[in-house]
């Protein structure tokens, strides 16, 4: 028998950060400026962050307040990777809503939006599965390969 074909339901809350998260990367494959193609893909990724805190919620800690990011690395190690990439976006993404649109490129944008899709895939796992043991470690820094690939295949077929 299959242990996790009988899992239970995703709470609410979960479902409805998973949804928010796709509408957040629909808005970034379809936003033409590259600073609001970076804030939708990141704030992609904190939903779907989010959610994976509404099954699995971190430790207990006095240490507050804490990021989603660092809450995550506690709540789900092997997205400990996932964590870092994303928090190091955050001061960026910032920035873009500050007003500085000239803080990120369309390349750095674009990265980010793969990152983004593989993240949300790797997180919708994680919670479809129902267990912690998600995926082997991937090493999820700009630059390092991380399934993108497939991406790009699809923009080129878009623009085409």
Same mark, same amino acid.
């Given at each position: 028998?299959? !242990?996790?074909?009988?899992?239970?339901?995703?709470?609410?809350?979960?479902?409805?950060?998973?949804?928010?998260?796709?509408?957040?990367?629909?808005?970034?494959?379809?936003? /033409?400026?590259?600073?609001?193609?970076?804030?939708?893909?990141?704030?992609?990724?904190? #939903?779907?962050?989010?959610?994976?805190?509404?099954?699995?919620?971190?430790?207990?800690?006095?240490?507050?307040?804490?990021?989603?990011?660092?809450?995550?690395?506690?709540?789900? !190690?092997?997205?400990? /990777?996932?964590?870092?990439?994303?928090?190091?976006?955050?001061?960026?993404?910032?920035?873009?809503?500050?007003? *500085?649109? &000239?803080?990120?490129?369309?390349?750095?944008?674009?990265?980010?939006?793969?990152?983004?899709? &593989?993240?949300?895939?790797?997180?919708?796992?994680?919670?479809? *599965?129902?267990?912690? &043991?998600?995926?082997?470690?991937?090493?999820? #820094? !700009?630059?390092?390969?991380?399934?993108?690939?497939? *991406?790009?295949?699809?923009?080129?077929?878009?623009?085409?």
């Amino acid at each position: 028998m299959n !242990p996790t074909a009988h899992a239970a339901p995703l709470p609410p809350t979960a479902v409805d950060l998973l949804r928010r998260a796709d509408a957040e990367l629909l808005a970034a494959q379809f936003s /033409s400026e590259a600073g609001e193609r970076f804030v939708h893909a990141h704030l992609a990724a904190l #939903r779907a962050a989010a959610a994976v805190l509404a099954v699995h919620p971190a430790p207990k800690s006095r240490r507050t307040p804490r990021t989603v990011w660092e809450l995550l690395a506690g709540a789900a !190690p092997e997205l400990e /990777s996932w964590s870092l990439y994303f928090a190091a976006g955050a001061g960026l993404r910032q920035a873009v809503e500050a007003g *500085r649109t &000239d803080a990120v490129d369309a390349a750095r944008a674009e990265e980010l939006l793969c990152a983004s899709e &593989d993240f949300l895939h790797e997180a919708r796992g994680l919670l479809v *599965r129902g267990r912690r &043991d998600a995926s082997e470690p991937v090493d999820h #820094r !700009p630059g390092a390969a991380h399934g993108s690939v497939g *991406r790009r295949q699809l923009l080129a077929v878009r623009a085409s």
